[in-house]
């Protein structure tokens, strides 16, 4: 079963299982509430996986109504632990480097202390900690920088952006590792495949870089000048809730279990481009 079935990465999983010929139960949040316990007890029996990719993911608005941020993020995950122990079925929840504080400048290691400056890493950082708590047959799998063809995010927005307006200021005091959904689906298939060791993982590309030169990758990609995009501060966007100076993951939880991290950003970028920014307006990636 995979919650969250209708976003970037649900989306993705759902299609790369299919594809290997799996049988999945696809839902969202007009199937299934999964802060509803009831519910949830009714609808995990007869899965021998459960994947929660569902979440609050509106990282501003949790500043100002953590509580419903909370019930997303920690007590669905909670609710979905405690029923996948109860019907015997592995738990795997998708996690976030909100949970630090970005202050850092070397990779963080799964084992690394919870230190989230924000609502929503609060409420992943609670999340995180109930599916330890509820179930030991359990995988969290952390990522961060995600983009995908399946929804909003940074490229599609940035390549809109470009064409749109002819230049823009992108930040670049923020370090991170852009993650494609297809290849974390694949990484997560690849645990459960794998029968990894209940515990931490992180799923985010090799390499890391800022928003400024990812912006510069994708218009490039775009057919585009990478001329267009200009560095500014953080100082610059001021947002309701604090952005990870510093969001760059260890990977060597995969590497102790022999597991290939996915590969560096850049080189996943490239594999993803013409997927990522297809049907754009004035984008015109090399296919």
Sequence with gaps: MVTGARGMLGQDLVRHLQ?????VTAVDREHLDITDETAVRAAVPGHDVVVNCAAWTAV????SDEAAAFAVNAVGPQLLARAARAGGARMVHISTDYVFDGRGSTPYPEGAAAAPSSAYGRTKAAG????RAETPDHLVVRTAWLYGAGGACFPRTIARAAAE????QVIDDQRGQPTWTRDLAALVVGLVD??????TYHGTASGETTWFAFARAVVAAAGMSPDLVSP?????????????????LGHEALERIGLEPIADWRHRWAAAAADVLHGLTGAHPAS
């Design 232 to 248: 500014t501060t953080s100082d610059v966007y001021v947002r309701p809730a604090p952005r990870p100076a510093y969001s760059v």
């Design 19 to 23: 594809d290997r010929g799996e049988g």
């Design 128 to 131: 995180e900690w109930a599916v």
């Design 194 to 199: 794998h029968d990894a060791p209940s515990g």
């Design 165 to 168: 307006r002819g230049s823009l």
């Design 60 to 63: 501003d608005d949790a500043e």
